[in-house]
């Protein structure tokens, strides 16, 4: 097998299933075949698939309304825009209910934070966060979005909102979509040759006579 | 709990070995090449990256977005089972102690599933640091005694790396390594105009096919999660499968070691263990006793095996067993770097790990601190995961974003903006620092605590002294230089003081623990002779990062595989002579 046409690899795949990876680099196509759904429990120990069962068939953290301000806020932090969907197409707020209970620590910042911010719509629109209108959800959420800008008596929003930018931002772009959006480009059997030529020239670097000499190379030329 | 029953193997073995990570892997695969009956015994379950590994997954295949869980400590993807603590396993820290941070995996291979692949040769000075610098002692043994196995395991197993004739990081049988990362230019460059050498790291993974039996790299950067085509080294797939294809070698999995048997001469003969299938406990044994188990594991198992002969635990009339355990030092830093904001996309996942690191440059002779460390660096646009994009309002109101000046913190379509715009942009390096062993940093056993199996565990008692202090400061100071000079900017771990030891990580929390069970020409310092044998008991070898007597500022693993193979072959010489 001339190497540097092909990389055949028989894989065997998680379920005993046969995954077959081929990388062509000279057409720069990169396939992988794989013969059955990877299961994710596929490599788990047992401790961990117990675990797992406990956590995916327990009672759900979240009620029916604070699930619905989650996704109202999801949405807000990552809303569908010219290059990718939204949070809840993305399915962010299951993630965050998996999450909490994965991460028990998160479980009362957040709901005590859902609580917090269901007083101050109250309180500034005598109604639940889920009723008022759009510009009324934004208007406060500006006041808790901008740490350096938020009023004292607002910190306690500001730390939860911060909670949730983080959840929602590493929900969304861990997704298909989200990853997709960022334009993450690895996770596929290919050959490194170094960084392209263009890249090279916009930041001014070259490889050394020594490092093109000695470093794998992979000519894309040949086959 | 019915009535308790030893349950003895009848088979006679020539050799039994605890643990199958890389000592206890190495050992079994030349024992069973040699054609001599081996039984591995090994704590966890059955391991094959080819089947196991969670190689090429994408982080929404994991609920938790390959989060850690304490199973995982490395991530959901990781290739280790357990690591800072195991359900039923405890161990206790001594009054006074640093808290200690103990790793331990479960499962045929160990830690080489998932370990950094950083395959250094200690050079010649690393065996005698006493007669450099006066602390510490020199090896019984130095580079020459060790160099035709690094040469041999070169070949055997495959590590890239490029011919520098460095003093004291030797040159060796190499791979070609992969080119520069763009980051890793940008650091080649600032570092090598500030006199610091940054060259092709040395890791154990085939940029080019060895044999049939393994597949060269893909470069999917994913080496922790364990290689399906075997396109790295893991003692499961690179030593403990082959070893069992001879068809010599019995594998009891999920096997937790009690302690090493010895007769009435005080000979070691063989190992119980508790099946933890069954729950039953069993003996095994064998002409020699090779323990494996891990540096303090292996200390754990012989402290345990006290007898007439032994009453201070096996392996120990020296007193030093669990003694002078040291781990590499660590300190680390990260940043950005603006001049890579909103950089274009392609795919640098590259082979796990980095491209190219600094070896120690310095004479410590000008230096406030004894001994040297190397650097490690990473960065770039890699798989994003759990964390991803966290803590988003520490940097999005600091630059201007495409041009526009923005509020800290934020939301919508602007959001979603600025984290594109700062993908790829990280930056950071640690270093991995040689510890002068000490007498006062010991494992013993808990007079008090056993473990699920009743098994002794251990207690730890460690410091660090001020010459790992002097060097983490000295780490710190460097990187910081570096990073600045680069056009960095440092986002965590630029602002450590003394008051919290400049960074300096937990002793164990590098994972490179040694020493426990050193070697030495002196029966009265040290536990082995120069072959790894124990001093007081000729059937009984420690083949893993126990018998060191010091680790240098290298990586352990490829040293821990030299010295099992030149044991393993004066085991089969020895038999041959009737002399074990």
């Not at chain 2, 003093?167 to 791979?175: A, H, Q, S, V």
């Not at chain 2, 002068?436 to 660090?464: A, Q, S």
Request: hydrophobic content about 35%; overall charge neutral.
């Amino acid at each position: 097998m001339d190497r540097r046409k092909s990389i055949k690899t028989l894989l065997i795949g998680a379920a005993g299933t046969g995954v077959l990876v081929e990388a062509c680099k000279q057409s720069d196509k990169q396939e992988v075949i794989t013969s059955g759904t990877a299961s994710v429990s596929a490599d788990r120990m047992q401790e961990e698939k117990d675990y797992l069962t406990k956590l995916e068939s327990g009672p759900q953290f979240f009620s029916a309304d604070e699930m619905k301000v989650i996704a109202l806020l999801s949405d807000i932090i990552m809303p569908k825009d010219a290059v990718s969907g939204s949070a809840t197409e993305a399915k962010v707020p299951e993630f965050i209910e998996f999450i909490v209970k994965d991460m028990p620590e998160h479980q009362t910042p957040i709901r005590g934070g859902l609580r917090w911010l269901e007083m101050q719509s109250f309180k500034q629109f005598n109604q639940s966060f889920a009723d008022v209108t759009d510009q009324q959800r934004i208007q406060l959420v500006d006041q808790i979005a901008y740490p350096e800008k938020a009023a004292p008596d607002m910190k306690q929003g500001v730390s939860f909102f911060n909670l949730m930018r983080d959840l929602v931002t590493t929900g969304f772009y861990t997704s298909e979509m989200g990853v997709k959006d960022l334009g993450y480009m690895g996770n596929v059997p290919n050959q490194w040759n170094g960084v392209p030529e263009d890249v090279l020239k916009q930041y001014g670097y070259a490889y050394s006579e020594r490092e093109l000499k000695e470093c794998v190379s992979y000519d894309k030329a040949a086959g | 709990m019915g009535a308790l029953q030893v349950k003895k193997e009848s088979k006679k073995y020539d050799a039994v070995i605890v643990g199958s990570g890389a000592g206890g892997g190495m050992a079994a695969y030349v024992l069973a090449n040699a054609g001599l009956k081996v039984c591995l015994i090994e704590a966890g379950p059955n391991y094959d990256p080819a089947i196991h590994s969670s190689q090429l997954k994408n982080p929404w295949e994991s609920p938790r977005r390959g989060a850690s869980t304490k199973f995982r400590p490395f991530g959901d993807f990781d290739g280790c089972f357990w690591g800072w603590q195991i359900d039923g396993e405890p161990y206790t820290m001594k009054e006074g102690s640093d808290k200690w941070d103990w790793w331990r995996a479960r499962m045929i291979g160990g830690r080489t599933n998932h370990w950094g692949r950083i395959s250094l040769r200690f050079g010649p000075k690393d065996f005698k640091r006493r007669s450099i610098d006066g602390l510490g002692d020199d090896w019984p043994i130095g580079y020459e005694d060790v160099k035709p196995y690094y040469d041999k395991i070169d070949k055997l197993i495959g590590v890239f790396g490029s011919n520098e004739g460095l003093p004291n990081d030797p040159d060796g049988i190499f791979l070609p390594p992969p080119k520069p990362r763009l980051h890793e230019l940008m650091i080649k460059k600032t570092a090598t105009g500030m006199g610091i050498p940054v060259i092709p790291s040395r890791l154990s993974i085939l940029t080019k096919p060895i044999n049939k039996e393994r597949g060269a790299c893909f470069y999917c950067a994913q080496c922790g999660r364990s290689c399906k085509v075997y396109g790295d080294f893991s003692s499961s797939s690179v030593l403990v499968k082959p070893a069992v294809l001879t068809g010599n070698i019995d594998v009891i999995t999920n096997a937790m070691a009690r302690e090493v048997l010895t007769n009435a001469e005080g000979l070691a003969t063989g190992v119980s263990f508790i099946k933890k299938d069954d729950g039953m406990e069993y003996q095994v044994s064998g002409r020699v006793v090779i323990l494996a188990a891990s540096t303090c594991e292996t200390a754990r198992l012989l402290l345990n095996s006290k007898s007439t002969r032994h009453p201070n635990g096996l392996a120990n009339d020296s007193n030093v067993v669990g003694k002078y355990l040291h781990d590499s030092t660590g300190a680390a830093i990260g940043g950005v770097l603006p001049q890579l904001f909103g950089r274009k996309r392609y795919n640098e996942d590259g082979v796990g790990g980095m491209h190219v690191y600094t070896p120690w440059w310095l004479d410590n002779k000008k230096l406030d601190f004894p001994r040297g460390y190397h650097i490690e660096y990473w960065g770039g646009m890699s798989q994003p995961a759990y964390g991803f994009g966290f803590g988003m309002q520490g940097l999005n109101g600091q630059y201007q974003i495409n041009g526009k000046t923005k509020p800290a913190g934020g939301y919508g379509a602007s959001l979603k903006e600025d984290v594109r715009f700062f993908y790829g942009a990280g930056v950071g390096m640690a270093g991995r620092g040689e510890a002068v062993p000490n007498i006062n940093n010991y494992c013993e056993i808990d007079p008090n605590v056993v473990d699920k199996y009743g098994i002794p565990v251990l207690r730890f008692h460690t410091k660090h002294s001020d010459y790992e202090i002097k060097q983490a400061k000295h780490m710190k100071e460097t990187f910081k230089e570096i990073l600045h000079n680069m056009g960095a900017v440092i986002t965590w771990g630029g602002d450590d003081t003394a008051a919290n030891n400049y960074g300096l990580s937990n002793p164990g929390n590098i994972i490179h623990e040694a020493g426990t069970v050193r070697m030495g020409s002196d029966t009265k310092t040290s536990a082995l002779n120069k072959w790894s044998q124990a001093h007081d008991c000729k059937t009984l070898f420690c083949v893993d990062g126990s018998q060191f007597v010091s680790q240098a500022d290298k990586n352990i693993t490829w040293t821990i595989l030299a010295l099992s193979m030149r044991t393993s072959e004066y085991i089969i010489e020895e038999m041959k002579k009737q002399n074990l």
